[in-house]
């Protein structure tokens, strides 16, 4: 493997992660407010449901569904090339949330989230893209390298949602889209320079087991567990902490509040990028899960123990470390778990399993948070949490890698 050529690559693809995390922080900071003022109050069996989560969830649903499109086509066009289709779909998405803003119409709105989501699919396999590009050795470090290209967004999301969001007034939020749609452009033109090698003979011909054999591997199990209980945690606490902030009953939180504290949970999600794949090479990727797990629980303890500006921040950070330490310790242990020709079906499984429990988590956070409060949020994980302790514990004695 050329290694001038992979570490190009990484450092291309950890440009466009930054870009497409920092779109994603700006959606996160901005949808569940257009969301809460747009959407409409329904009357399900005589309880009112609100649907202010809904576009979001929609993203998400979208992000999961595109996963194995993404996935096959990489596979037959070249992952840049894959990677530009979708993101021509998710700036038709972002163009037209931003005409559903002007036109206050929340079913466009709901359109262009859902269309946005599907290019966030794609984006999600720029960790594996930097897989294609390294030799073993490097593998772990090289997802760990993409991923810390979030720490760009951790600083430039919130910053550029707090001057983005009246930046069209009176369209409230409407700059943010405006300014995804720019960053878009930036990635495509990103992506032109990057020299990704294309699907080997052994990964276009080769034989692939059924699924329910790749599955049934302990490894797999764990594996998918781990990055579906770390994004899915993540998730829930992440899109309830705003609409906690903006209808706290004694605190009066603001706009930038929030934008803070989000700033603080991307932080938490990204900068342990830098020593992660380190860490899992040094530890093992199972205890790195382990240790994710429990990181997440400690951030649930912070937000029962209090409700300041500074516990939220703690929190946030807190939960965000444990989804790196989890999704990344799954993501290099999924690795194990297939063989070249295998690769683009196992990856966009494990995709379509971890996204679509983020969809369902994004979909039930505002209704659950509205429903049965904060602390019902909270607690909700903590059963999620154990289950992947217990599952790592079940894999120690049975984990057999194949043979790649």
Same mark, same amino acid.
């Given at each position: ?299 649930? !303890? +912070? =937000? $029962?123990?209090?409700?300041? &500006?500074?516990? /939220?921040? %703690? #929190? ?5 470390? @444990? ?52 602390? !019902? +949020? =909270? $607690?909700?994980?903590?059963? &999620?949490?154990? /289950?992947? %302790? #217990? ?5 120690? @004695? ?7």
């Amino acid at each position: 493997m050329n290694v001038s050529r992979a570490v190009r690559n990484v450092s291309l693809l950890s440009v466009c992660q930054a870009l497409a995390q920092t779109q994603m922080v700006l959606v996160f900071s901005v949808t569940t407010f257009i969301g809460a003022a747009l959407a409409p109050i329904v009357d399900i069996l005589g309880v009112p449901f609100g649907l202010a989560t809904l576009p979001i969830s929609l993203q998400f649903t979208f992000m999961t569904l595109a996963t194995l499109p993404a996935a096959f086509l990489m596979k037959r066009i070249g992952r840049a090339n894959g990677f530009i289709v979708f993101l021509l779909i998710g700036t038709t998405g972002a163009a037209l949330a931003l005409i559903a803003l002007f036109e206050q119409n929340f079913i466009l709105f709901c359109i262009g989230s859902s269309l946005f989501g599907t290019s966030a699919g794609s984006n999600q396999q720029f960790r594996f893209a930097a897989v294609d590009t390294a030799d073993n050795a490097f593998k772990a470090k090289a997802i760990s390298l993409v991923l810390a290209g979030g720490v760009f967004a951790a600083v430039a999301g919130p910053t550029l949602s707090t001057w983005a969001f009246d930046l069209l007034a009176p369209v409230i939020y409407g700059g943010v889209f405006a300014i995804i749609i720019a960053m878009q452009a930036i990635m495509i033109v990103l992506l032109l320079f990057t020299d990704i090698p294309p699907a080997s003979e052994a990964e276009r011909k080769g034989h692939i087991r059924p699924f329910r054999e790749i599955g049934a591997q302990p490894a797999f199990i764990v594996a998918v567990m781990s990055s579906m209980v770390g994004y899915g945690v993540m998730n829930f606490v992440m899109l309830s902490t705003p609409l906690y902030m903006g209808s706290h009953p004694t605190h009066s939180f603001a706009y930038p509040d929030v934008t803070n504290v989000i700033m603080w949970h991307v932080l938490g999600m990204f900068a342990p990028s830098f020593f992660t794949g380190w860490l899992i090479k040094r530890f093992g990727d199972l205890n790195i899960i382990t240790v994710g797990a429990i990181i997440s629980a400690l951030s649930i !303890a +912070v =937000n $029962l123990n209090g409700d300041s &500006l500074i516990h /939220l921040r %703690i #929190a946030m950070a807190l939960v965000g470390v @444990g989804w790196n330490f989890m999704f990344t310790g799954g993501t290099t242990l999924l690795l194990q778990t297939y063989t070249p020709a295998e690769k683009a079906k196992t990856q966009g499984i494990n995709d379509f399993f971890v996204f679509g429990t983020v969809a369902v988590c994004s979909l039930l956070a505002g209704a659950t948070y509205q429903t049965v409060g904060w602390a !019902a +949020v =909270n $607690l909700a994980a903590v059963p &999620l949490l154990v /289950l992947v %302790i #217990a599952a790592i514990i079940w894999l120690r @004695g049975r984990k057999v890698p194949i043979a790649a």
